[in-house]
């Protein structure tokens, strides 16, 4: 395990593939960096939460392209990728899970990365010290304290959106059978007949409706709107100038978030999905609810009708705007995250010192992507109001990486 120095030049907090990608940019630049960094993360490895989504949730493969990915040279997955053409899907070559996997695993062996990832949690994060002597003090959950001149946040996944009438279910039920797409795992699940709901219209809804299917399970999948159908959850002209220049060139935040919602608009579902789920409906297997939602849902732990009767299982009883009423064993609610600073746990000792302004629980972040007067730097779905859209994704991540290194190598 790497030796943990009490005092470092750069501390990232998150092992995921935005952290990736920044390492990469930032050794591409000035590999004597090196050892300047450690990266944080319980797993103690890269991209642990990334693998763990994507088996949890059975999905075949990546929704952007071959040239989305950690390493700075875009066409290194291709390369990677010769003799494997059968992994990269229609219709732009995305990339196989399998093959992502293996590829990110050789972006961390050739920039000799393994064993960058220091086994721990942050849980505090302090602001010391003045002016060129500010530090950052760093808790760690294994007890352990250091100080890092500069931060890199890139924790990852915002915080679960959960509807109103799921908020609001007063009586007890088991846990397993309300949860956010977040915590299902199509692998630890036997589904051989049961119903279940799966709330929200994005891809995710899409890849637990067919793992759940393909488990013997009986699926509704019930979204507000109708379905939307997009190759990409935004549209690629969010990854140049056509659309960034005007969102640059945007002087009031709060139009910038406006835009990001309507670049975004919701969930959507790839052709390939919508196909699918098409072919599940014909053969039965699937009911599409759309312009429906649901209005309550009540666990029925005590059954009045038969004993033995299929419907005497515990299940939930839910009610739809609509007028309708339906039975399911489980239900999901895939209905997304949302990303905001001031409910971030590690930042709220920072934000009292830094206050910084806020958009919808978005930061303004300086053009390095700073917590304004501090080296607090952050990456992901918080640096949206700077990096449009794609914050969040691959592509988010070499966005920001590109403003970002300048100003470490510069510091
Ligand atoms: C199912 C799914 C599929 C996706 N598919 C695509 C796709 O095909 N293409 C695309 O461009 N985007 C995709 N995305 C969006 C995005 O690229 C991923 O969510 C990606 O994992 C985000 O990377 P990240 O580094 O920001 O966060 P994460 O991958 O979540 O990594 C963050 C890491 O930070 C660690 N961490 C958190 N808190 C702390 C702490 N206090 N101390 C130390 N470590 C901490 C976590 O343990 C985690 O390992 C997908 C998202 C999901 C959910």
Redo the contacts with the bound molecule.
């Keep these: 395990m790497l030796d943990l120095p009490p005092s470092i030049d750069l501390a990232i ?7 990736l990608t920044l390492v990469t940019h930032l050794l591409q630049k000035r590999a004597r960096f090196r050892p300047r960094f450690v990266v ?4 103690g490895t890269w ?4 693998h763990r ?2 088996a949890a ?1 059975a ?1 075949p493969h ?3 392209p071959a040239v ?1 990915h950690p390493d700075p040279d875009a066409f290194a997955l291709r390369r990677f990728a010769e003799g494997r053409s059968d992994e990269l899907f229609p219709p732009y070559d995305l990339p196989g899970t399998r093959l992502f996997q293996e590829f990110c695993a050789e972006v961390v062996q050739r920039w000799q990365l393994e064993q960058r990832v220091y086994p ?4 505090q994060l302090l602001p010391i010290g003045e002016g060129r002597r500010s530090r950052f003090q760093i808790g760690l959950e294994n007890g352990s304290v250091i100080t890092a001149r500069r931060v890199l946040l ?4 915002g915080i679960p959106q959960i509807p109103d009438w799921a908020e609001h279910i007063s009586m007890t039920y088991p846990l397993e059978r309300l949860c956010h797409a977040q915590q299902v795992n199509l692998n630890t699940l036997l589904l051989v007949g049961e119903r279940i709901l799966i709330v929200g219209g994005g891809l ?1 809804s899409g ?1 637990l409706a067919m793992g759940a299917i393909q488990r013997g399970a009986t699926v509704t999948l019930m979204t507000r709107r109708w379905l939307q159908e997009k190759l990409f959850d935004a549209n690629p002209g969010w990854l140049g100038p056509k659309y960034l220049k005007g969102f640059k060139a945007e002087p009031c935040w709060l139009n910038r978030w406006h835009r990001i919602q309507q670049a975004r608009n919701g969930g959507s579902l790839t052709p390939t999905m919508m196909l699918n789920l098409r072919q599940a409906e014909r053969q039965g297997k699937l009911v599409l609810e759309e312009n429906c939602h649901v209005v309550s849902a009540t666990w029925q732990a005590h059954s009045e009708v038969e004993p033995f009767d299929d419907h005497s299982r515990q299940h939930w009883q839910i009610h739809c705007d609509n007028g309708s009423s339906q039975s399911f064993d489980r239900i999901w609610l895939a209905t997304g995250t949302r990303f905001d600073l001031q409910q971030h746990e ?1 930042l709220q000792e920072v934000l009292t010192r830094y206050p910084a302004e806020m958009v919808q629980g978005l930061p303004v972040l300086d053009f390095s992507l700073r917590i304004p007067g501090c080296e607090c730097f952050i ?2 779905g918080l640096a949206a109001l700077q990096i449009g859209p794609v914050a ?4 988010g ?1 070499k966005l920001a990486s590109e403003r970002i290194v300048p100003a470490l190598i510069k510091g």
């Design positions: 907090i998150g092992a995921g593939p935005q952290a944080f993360d319980p797993s991209l642990t939460q990334w989504q994507f949730q999905i990546l929704r952007s989305h721990a949690k942050v849980v890139a924790t990852g996944a995710t890849h590690l990456m992901g969040r994704n691959l592509f991540g």
